[in-house]
């Protein structure tokens, strides 16, 4: 320990890590900020959305009720797959457990693929297209971004797949595994207030 | 690679210790000269100056556009531009000066002197704020583009649906301006990003939150502003853009779209925006103005309270831009309400520096002169403000030239005044030699005039009744006389600006040299040579109070500041990172090397952007990829900034 002197300010300075060390690193500040931003870019979508739909005079909303019986089981899908990265990035934190992180990071890569896949199925269904209506359009680019970041965030959990298989992270030196996988937490959240808007509120009206 | 270069504790030496250090940490963070070295350079300070520089040629640009406009209309009846091109010089003025001149040029000023204020040697993210240059320059282009194919954006900066859709205007004018606005939002939010973390983990030890200079807070605070109002404004020009390219109907009211929609996600973000352009430059005043008052600011706490309330309160207000649109009452009233409540904590800044003059022993350099003026102008602006947030006077005065005096009295006066105030204040430090003030002082007095004879009148011309965004008026409106003087005014605010630019092409080569304090001030960037050396501070100082270098004739604080010793950190690019609040030390960082990935990453995204532009799949798609691969390599975990695991038998 080293202790500057008495007159002057009294700053404790101990050993301290040097380089990208997990939550201290400048990059998870930076994907914070990123998250914030991003969050709210959907906010705005959503309000687009609810705008719109209190303005209208009556006729926005579809004939046909949204169904769940394909974005149900998606949404839980969805969940799982951060409930896989979780997991991962838990491992890496304990160095007898490194394993953890590629097999907790395939398995969320593999669940969020099911989820687009099954989005795109879910888009076939629709009986209407982005220029049909106004419903239509705001319903294809809200999911249309939000598909936009699964897909994203399905590419940076499989480059830290590689970068794990690699051998790139222990217990002292995982920054871009807790970046990457807050990225994919907030992605699957967003999509949870997509999910509450387009499947939900439409039978609370 | 040893466990020591993992962890260590770092010394803390003076630089009697080490005489060779400054010679040794040169050689490691010097940007090689050449053009590898201008596209690749990541020094904060070569790229505030960059910023600097493109903004203030953006300035000259709009500055042309305006004056074409007021020999257009300074007499009536006068052919010298079609409506069609008023139509295209008055959109391109706003965007021009809102957009790609008053936010740039503050982030120049924010660039070079966050690092030096804050007692490090560089930003947070050094690559991603040389990418947020090189964005920045690139979108600015990629507008002004237009004028070579014909197509200027001719809507306005506001830009309202439906006049902006297809049926009504369908060239690419508008595509240019919507994929611009979207382009340069890239730009504005990875340097806020930036900003925002430099200043929660980048300041020296013990530079606690109540110690950080207030332009610091200033930025910092639209900082977090533009990652909550940007998003509106990319969204709302990508919607546009759908209904014009895709046949969606968002904004189209003929088939079940909300023209107002486009007006609520303009403004949410624009009217923020107003605040964007105008805190940091009150910052930069808050912190030069004492200085030349040779006391601190009068009421520190206050000014920072008042500062980041503004903008909290500013998200509140945007409404007021609609009170025409036919709202209902209630929701007139509210916004009504909170744009009377948002002068509060604006005139306590205001009440601040008169307080700091008043009980000061002001110096009249030419900055003092530009803060002065600064003061002024932001009360007049201020108070035509409070009058159109009046529901019923809105209704005469919106669209009139009553709102185009206000708007300008507010982006001038504080942002211009505020800017070149700075300027000659802060330019010893950037170049190592002092600006003429006696030419300074010249060139103030030419803009003040200049710019109060042009703008003044305009608000009897708004009351007149005169509307905005017309091309030409009739003689019998009698508008001719208020007319002709606001153009003589605009000529000789030019001439001002002019004298300026010669100023600084003049002492850059035969100014006195400035030392490295030549005013006397108390904060950190003041206590290293100017111009800076590459590494900014060869020891990083440690903090006890809010004035470093004022600290014995203030008696401030229990402690003193520790300037002439500190942290070495010289095992490669490195700096200190400390905790949020109280400013403790907490970790060593490793700083990335010049690198021309943000440069190669901005052509790629460029090219993506045009072929949206085209609407060309093919180009589209290719710049999709490579976007995705040049993210790819510039993220990839690096043994040399220790991202990467040690080796298992290091």
């Given at each position: 320990m080293a202790d500057l002197a008495a007159e002057e300010e009294d700053i404790l300075v101990r050993p301290m890590p040097v380089g990208s060390a997990g939550h201290k690193s400048s990059g998870w500040y930076g994907v914070l900020t990123l998250i914030v931003t991003e969050a709210s870019l959907f906010v705005y979508l959503l309000f687009s959305y609810y705008y719109t739909w209190v303005w209208s005079d009556g006729g926005f909303l579809p004939h046909e009720r949204p169904k769940i019986t394909?974005?149900?089981?998606?949404?839980?899908?969805?969940?799982l797959s951060s409930v896989a990265v979780w997991w991962g990035e838990r491992g890496i934190k304990h160095s007898r457990r490194r394993w953890q992180l590629p097999v907790g990071l395939a398995i969320g890569i593999v669940l969020g693929v099911i989820f687009l896949v099954v989005q795109v199925y879910e888009w076939r269904d629709k009986t209407f297209r982005p220029d049909t209506s106004t419903y239509g359009s705001l319903y294809f680019t809200i999911t249309g971004f939000h598909m936009a970041h699964v897909a994203f965030g399905v590419l940076v959990l499989l480059a830290l797949f590689v970068w794990s298989l690699a051998g790139l992270f222990d217990s002292k030196r995982y920054a871009p595994v807790s970046i990457g996988s807050i990225y994919w937490h907030f992605v699957d959240v967003v999509w949870l207030f997509i999910f509450f808007t387009f499947y939900i509120t439409p039978y609370l009206a | 690679m040893s466990v020591a270069d993992y962890e260590r504790l770092p010394e803390i030496k003076t630089l009697?210790?080490?005489?060779?250090?400054?010679?040794?940490?040169?050689?490691?963070?010097?940007?090689?000269?050449?053009?590898?070295?201008?596209?690749?350079?990541?020094?904060?300070?070569?790229?505030?100056?960059?910023?600097?520089?493109?903004?203030?040629?953006?300035?000259?640009?709009?500055?042309?556009?305006?004056?074409?406009?007021?020999?257009?209309?300074?007499?009536?009846?006068?052919?010298?531009?079609?409506?069609?091109?008023?139509?295209?010089?008055?959109?391109?003025?706003?965007?021009?000066?809102?957009?790609?001149?008053?936010?740039p040029i503050l982030s120049g000023f924010s660039n070079f002197l966050f690092p030096l204020v804050l007692g490090s040697r560089d930003m947070a993210f050094p690559r991603l704020n040389a990418f947020s240059y090189w964005v920045y320059l690139a979108a600015g282009l990629f507008m002004y583009a237009s004028f070579l194919v014909g197509a200027v954006p001719n809507d306005g900066w506001f830009n309202y649906a439906p006049y902006s859709?297809?049926?009504?205007?369908?060239?690419?004018?508008?595509?240019?301006?919507?994929?611009?606005?979207?382009?340069?939002?890239?730009?504005?939010?990875?340097?806020?990003?930036?900003?925002?973390?430099?200043?929660?983990?980048?300041?020296?030890?013990?530079?606690?939150?109540?110690?950080?200079?207030?332009?610091?807070?200033?930025?910092?605070?639209?900082?977090?502003?533009?990652?909550?109002?940007?998003?509106?404004v990319s969204l709302a020009f990508f919607l546009l853009w759908c209904d014009r390219q895709f046949g969606t109907h968002f904004y189209d009211a003929t088939t079940g779209g909300q023209p107002l929609l486009w007006q609520h996600l303009f403004w949410i973000f624009a009217h923020p925006w107003v605040y964007v352009i105008v805190l940091p430059a009150m910052g930069l005043v808050s912190d030069a103005l004492p200085i030349v008052c040779r006391r601190p600011l009068v009421g520190y706490t206050l000014v920072v309270l008042g500062t980041v309330l503004t903008m909290v309160l500013g998200f509140g207000v945007w409404v007021h831009h609609m009170f025409a649109t036919g709202l209902p009452p209630l929701a007139s009233s509210f916004f009504s309400g909170a744009s009377f409540i948002i002068t509060i904590p604006s005139a306590i800044a205001v009440f601040a520096w008169v307080a700091t003059i008043w009980t000061g022993r002001p110096v009249f350099t030419t900055a003092f002169h530009y803060f002065a003026g600064f003061i002024v102008m932001f009360v007049i602006g201020g108070v035509s403000g409070v009058m159109t947030a009046a529901v019923p006077a809105d209704l005469q005065l919106t669209d009139t030239y009553f709102v185009v005096a206000h708007i300008h009295y507010v982006l001038i006066g504080i942002n211009l005044f505020g800017v070149l105030g700075a300027l000659?204040?802060?330019?010893?430090?950037?170049?190592?030699?002092?600006?003429?003030?006696?030419?300074?002082?010249?060139?103030?007095?030419?803009?003040?005039?200049?710019?109060?004879?042009?703008?003044?009148?305009?608000?009897?011309?708004?009351?007149?009744?005169?509307p905005r965004r017309i091309y030409t008026y009739p003689r019998e409106a009698g508008w001719g006389l208020v007319n002709m003087v606001s153009s003589v005014g605009a000529f000789v605010l030019a001439i001002g600006i002019l004298?300026?630019?010669?100023?600084?092409?003049?002492?850059?080569?035969?100014?006195?040299?400035?030392?490295?304090?030549?005013?006397?001030?108390?904060?950190?960037?003041?206590?290293?040579?100017?111009?800076?050396?590459?590494?900014?501070?060869?020891?990083?100082?440690?903090?006890?109070?809010?004035?470093?270098?004022?600290?014995?004739?203030?008696?401030?604080?229990?402690?003193?500041?520790?300037?002439?010793?500190?942290?070495?950190?010289?095992?490669?690019?490195?700096?200190?990172?400390?905790?949020?609040?109280?400013?403790?030390?907490?970790?060593?960082?490793?700083?990335?090397?010049?690198?021309?990935?943000?440069?190669?990453?901005?052509?790629?995204?460029?090219?993506?952007?045009?072929?949206?532009?085209?609407?060309?799949?093919?180009?589209?798609?290719?710049?999709?990829?490579?976007?995705?691969?040049?993210?790819?390599?510039?993220?990839?975990?690096?043994?040399?900034?220790?991202?990467?695991?040690?080796?298992?038998?290091?």
């Open positions: 394909l974005s149900g089981p998606d949404t839980i899908i969805l969940i | 009697a210790d080490h005489p060779e250090l400054p010679e040794r940490l040169r050689e490691i963070w010097e940007t090689k000269p050449g053009l590898y070295g201008f596209i690749s350079s990541v020094d904060h300070k070569e790229i505030g100056i960059k910023y600097i520089v493109t903004a203030f040629i953006f300035l000259v640009l709009g500055g042309i556009e305006a004056l074409v406009m007021r020999i257009q209309l300074a007499q009536p009846g006068e052919r010298l531009l079609t409506p069609e091109q008023f139509d295209e010089l008055f959109s391109m003025h706003g965007i021009t000066m809102i957009f790609l001149y008053a936010l859709l297809k049926p009504y205007n369908p060239g690419p004018n508008m595509d240019f301006y919507a994929l611009g606005m979207i382009f340069l939002g890239i730009s504005t939010t990875v340097g806020a990003a930036n900003f925002v973390v430099t200043v929660m983990r980048l300041r020296a030890p013990g530079m606690s939150i109540n110690r950080v200079p207030i332009l610091v807070w200033g930025t910092t605070t639209i900082s977090v502003g533009i990652l909550l109002a940007v998003p509106a000659y204040f802060w330019f010893p430090k950037m170049s190592g030699r002092m600006l003429s003030e006696r030419l300074g002082k010249w060139a103030f007095w030419i803009v003040f005039i200049g710019f109060n004879v042009a703008f003044l009148p305009m608000h009897l011309t708004g009351l007149m009744g005169m004298v300026v630019f010669i100023d600084i092409l003049v002492s850059l080569r035969r100014g006195r040299i400035a030392g490295p304090n030549p005013w006397d001030a108390p904060t950190l960037e003041w206590s290293i040579p100017s111009p800076p050396p590459p590494y900014n501070f060869a020891l990083i100082p440690a903090v006890a109070s809010r004035h470093p270098l004022w600290e014995e004739r203030l008696g401030e604080g229990s402690g003193r500041s520790m300037l002439d010793r500190g942290f070495v950190l010289d095992h490669g690019k490195e700096t200190l990172a400390t905790t949020v609040i109280d400013a403790e030390p907490d970790i060593i960082l490793k700083m990335p090397e010049d690198s021309p990935w943000p440069f190669i990453t901005t052509i790629v995204i460029t090219g993506f952007f045009t072929g949206l532009l085209l609407r060309s799949a093919s180009v589209t798609a290719v710049g999709a990829v490579l976007i995705l691969l040049c993210i790819l390599f510039w993220l990839w975990p690096k043994r040399r900034l220790l991202q990467v695991a040690r080796p298992q038998h290091g």
